[in-house]
């Protein structure tokens, strides 16, 4: 099994998931498939997928059965759990997390929050930028002095209404 495999499906720290999240974590240790690989197998994008097992998605009746095919889960356990009388509870937990790439995300805004802000506010106006609607991607940027990470949040500006 993967490294990369191995960190995934470690949901200890996330024991208020639905129990049928720690099988989407086993099934996917054991493939030693990427959120990526399930995501293109399901017609979704990545961070979608991610964010499904960790009970941050409404997944569709399609969702569960792709879900249920691509993990070798029973969509009946999964549909009972999460289909649609179930509604995500979104959120990143305590604050500050105590995850290390958590909290480093957590930093990021901290430290940047403000200028970000501000530079939205000069380029759009008075608004926000939805987190409804936005697409998250996360590539790797190779460099000689260490590969970096490269997040981007590409979301929709909503402009504050005069009423």
Known sequence: MSQQATVASNTRPYSDLPPICA????A???SGKTF???GKAIGRDEVWVA???YAQAKLEKSDIEALSKELGINSVAIQAELGEHWWPD?????APPSDPV???LYEG???YGRPI???IHEKFGDGIMSMIDCKVTVDRKPDPKGDRVQLLFDGKFLPYSKW
Not at 23 to 26: A, D, K, L, Y
Not at 90 to 94: A, D, S, V, Y
């Open 23 to 26: 099988q989407f974590f086993e």
């Open 109 to 111: 805004v901290m430290v």
């Open 117 to 119: 802000k501000a530079i």
């Open 51 to 53: 964010s499904a097992f």
């Open 36 to 38: 990526a690989d399930i």
């Open 102 to 104: 958590l909290y480093r």
């Open 90 to 94: 979104r959120g990143l937990g305590p």
């Open 28 to 30: 996917k240790a054991r």
